[in-house]
């Protein structure tokens, strides 16, 4: 290889994280763009905002131009821009909400033109803090709301071949976007070979990915930071810069405390993580040194092949027939090794999942992510979270199918008592915990335990409560040696995964919580109409025993009406429609055959 070549390559895998930043600050809101770029003043987006505003309204952009000499700091990008008298922008106006400023809110709302209401939010982050905070309100709003459209930022960089699609595999690698990275022109991208450009292509990959997280976790202090200001936060935290720089500060400020908090937490995870590996290895290690001897003195070892766990050993007896007749209905588990399934590809197990749930991917991301980098499928215990109807426990079921999991459902506003844990043997109606009954059901040592309704527990506590008798099963190490009060035996429960639904998490108990990870669940939009229809349609066909296919989708009249009696929110609400419109489709079918 020769040197030029190799300057060339080496200028191709080097990614400048400022320009990778740059990449994908162009592609974000321009709210975003205002509050997250470095050098917005001394920067082009002044002038670009003045020309988005121009290209609008023919004459707006000087006003703009004027209210950002005089609300905001040393604009070069402006210097150039013809200079004129604007009446929307007198010389005693004064206040954070006049001039160029008000002409653009009025043009904006009067036009209905995002373009401008864009542009307006974001002159308020660049003005000078000292004028602009008491709208730090409206920015706030503004940034919330631009916070829902990263994703759409995140789908415009993947379609230009920019950030990779996460762990959904490639076939070929995408064509490069960029002619000539080299220093001094060095020479067009096509002049390198294949293994060269796949590499670079890579390595820009990573680092715009690595410059969108960055980002996004930018703007979410930028909102924090936002809110801080407009609730009044204390005056020795700003400092004298754009209102966007002051919040970012403020945000940061405002979240060091959790972001401590939560290093040490993973931090302690991490060590429990590793101590239990530790004692299982030293246990392993005592049974190696034990040797032949020793294990004919005990009770003969139980040979459980790779992918396998034992959940309950042996069941004690106590009293006359009593263990046999607990064993009842068990007997398939007992002593026996229940294999653990293994987790499938998590890329097809997403592709399955959004069609179904478009409008929740990130609650579909999340809760796959806490099953990755995992043999077998199994999750800390988490609390989907989400208002009624959305489609919760729907998307819980879809999860432990698509995974493969039997999934075992316990209705939360039905438990009065401290069942889940199992109830004492001493009772006419004994039974063990509910997640042995889930392995026992799949005769699965991995199945996913659905605690449905979670928030409407009954709080009484004369025969026990569901929150109480939750908590053994959630904390690792106990569930790893959970004392069944019926069985009266010690279950390794460690690798069934709990799941809970609720509608909101305050009326849980602190322990309760500390001990889940929670995922907040949307509610769909009216734009999800066509992505819900085909999972709606085949439910209502599995209830009345019918095969799916028997169901034909809604033509363009029927679409028309659900479009029009459902927009958005409650599935439950759409299913009702649907159903609606079918009784509508049966009579006319009915009245055509007489």
């Known amino acids: 290889m020769t040197k030029e070549e190799q300057a060339m390559e080496n200028a191709l895998q080097e990614v400048p994280p ?22 917005v003043a001394d920067g082009p987006l002044p002038a670009e905002l003045a020309a988005d505003a121009d290209a609008a309204v023919p004459g707006l952009g000087a006003e703009v131009a004027d209210w950002i000499r005089a609300w905001s700091g040393r604009c070069p990008g402006l210097d150039r821009w013809p200079e ?34 864009d542009v307006a939010d974001a002159l308020v982050l660049i003005g000078a803090f000292d004028h602009l905070a008491p709208l730090a309100g409206r920015a ?55 293994e060269t450009v796949d590499a670079a292509a890579a390595a820009w990959r990573t680092a715009i990915d690595a410059a ?32 966007a720089a002051v919040a970012l500060g403020v945000g940061k400020a405002a979240v060091e405390p959790l972001t401590l908090a939560a290093a040490r937490d993973g931090r302690r995870y991490g060590e429990e993580r590793a101590r239990h590996r530790v004692e299982d290895l030293q246990e392993q290690l005592s049974a190696l040194r034990a040797g032949p001897a020793d294990a004919a003195a005990g ?50 197990v997403r592709d399955a999942l959004l069609p179904e749930f478009p409008y929740a991917q990130s609650a579909v991301d999340a809760v796959l992510g806490a099953f990755a980098g995992r043999p077998h499928v199994h999750a800390p215990p988490l609390l989907v979270v989400g208002p009624p109807g959305c489609g919760k426990s729907r998307f819980v079921r879809r999860v432990g199918a698509a995974l493969g999991v039997g999934v075992h459902r316990v209705d939360g506003a039905n438990d009065g008592g401290g069942s889940f844990g199992g109830t ?62 019926s069985l009266q035996v010690e279950l390794d429960l460690s690798c069934v995964t709990v799941m809970c639904t609720a509608n909101s998490a305050a009326p849980l108990p602190g322990p309760l919580l500390d001990r889940m990870r929670i995922v907040r669940f949307p509610e769909p939009g009216a734009q999800h109409l066509d992505a819900l229809l085909p999972g709606v349609l085949r439910e209502i066909a599995v209830d009345a025993g019918l095969d799916p296919r028997f169901l034909r989708p809604p033509d363009g009249v029927e679409r028309a009406a659900l479009a029009a009696r459902w927009r958005g929110g409650s599935v439950r609400r759409l299913r009702r429609a649907v159903e609606a419109v079918l009784r509508v489709r049966e009579r006319a079918l009915a009245g055509k055959l007489q």
């Open 424 to 485: 004492e043997r001493r009772w006419y109606s004994s039974e063990p915990c509910k997640p042995f009954m889930a392995v026992a059901r799949h005769a699965q040592a991995n199945p996913l335990v659905l605690v449905d309704e979670i928030d409407k527990a009954p709080t009484r506590s004369d025969y026990g409560r569901l929150w109480d008798s939750m908590l053994q099963v959630l904390d690792p190490e106990n569930a790893r040696r959970f004392p069944d009060p």
């Open 299 to 348: 009770d003969t070892p139980l040979d459980v092949p790779p992918g396998h766990v034992i959940v309950c050993p042996t069941i004690a007896k106590t009293g006359p027939g009593k263990g046999k007749e607990l064993t009842r209905g068990y007997e398939h588990v007992v002593g026996v090794a229940l294999p653990l399934v293994p987790v499938p590809d998590l890329a097809t």
């Open 140 to 194: 706030a709003a503004a940034v919330w709301a631009c916070l829902d459209r990263l994703p759409e930022a995140g789908a415009t960089l993947h379609q230009l071949a920019l950030t990779s699609a996460g762990t959904q595999a490639r076939t070929s690698a995408p064509d490069v976007p960029w002619p000539d990275l080299g220093p001094d022109g060095l020479g067009p991208v096509a002049a390198a070979d294949a």
């Open 84 to 117: 004129r008298t604007s009446p929307a922008y007198p010389a005693h106006a004064s206040g954070p909400g006049r001039g160029g400023l008000a002409a653009l809110d009025r043009s904006a709302a009067t036009r209905d033109d995002a373009v401008l209401r």
């Open 18 to 39: 400022a320009t990778a930043r740059a990449i994908v600050l162009r592609h974000l809101p321009r709210p975003l763009r205002a509050g997250l770029q470095h050098d």
């Open 212 to 243: 969108f997280a960055e980002l996004a976790a930018e703007a979410r202090l930028l909102v924090i930071g936002l809110s801080a200001v407009a609730g009044g936060r204390p005056v020795h935290t700003w400092r004298q810069d754009t209102l």
